[in-house]
């Protein structure tokens, strides 16, 4: 969602042009079980499930963002360019760009060259990654994010590699090293 939402709060720069930014929610989340109580910016005892609800209402926000609610089942690279992402309600649609971050637990996605490796910061045996370049890129147009990426379980951690892949993404757009965020005058 850090992605997502830091991609689409850039709509409004000239060279954003009319992209979509879609996130595919299959509502599997385990910040969903979370209790935060030690997140930058977010109150003491808020429920990941709140915060889940918060990050959809932001990303909501957005006209250029829509979240699916689906799961993902497999991914086809076209050989021209993107990727065509096959879900479990039927539909297909197309992407230039894929980012995943499913978290560490679980991989049930067909279709990539890719498989996940051992997470080292996972603390359990099972705990799944994919091997990217150290800055979050698996392979040209696939990135990962999270806890997918080897970040540690924590909000603030995983959070942060989803915004970091968003910048170097819109950084590609915009033809030069970027970032969005506003500054208020003084």
């Known amino acids: 969602m ?4 830091t991609l689409a709060s850039a709509c409004r720069k000239s060279w954003f042009n009319d992209r979509r930014i879609m996130v595919v929610d299959d509502d599997r989340s385990d910040l969903g079980k979370a209790l935060l109580n030690n997140a930058p910016g977010v109150p003491v005892g808020t429920t990941g499930s709140e915060l889940l609800k ?3 209402e932001q990303l909501a926000q957005y006209p250029a963002a829509v979240r699916h609610e689906a799961r993902v089942l497999r991914v086809r690279r076209h050989p021209d360019r993107g990727f065509e992402v096959a879900m479990d309600d039927g539909t297909t649609p197309r992407c230039d760009i894929l980012v995943l971050a499913t978290g560490y637990k679980r991989w049930e996605l067909e279709g990539l060259k890719r498989e996940p490796v051992k997470h080292p910061r996972g603390g359990k045996s099972n705990r799944l990654m994919l091997e990217h370049d150290g800055c979050y ?6 990135h990962v994010a999270g806890l ?8 603030a951690i995983a959070a942060g590699i989803g915004a970091q892949v968003a910048v170097d993404i819109l950084s590609e757009w915009a033809g030069k090293r970027t970032h969005v965020h506003e500054v208020t005058e003084t």
């Open 2 to 5: 850090s992605c997502a939402i």
């Open 54 to 56: 918060q990050l959809r």
């Open 137 to 142: 890129l698996v392979e040209p147009e696939l």
């Open 148 to 155: 997918l990426a080897g970040g540690s379980s924590q909000f």
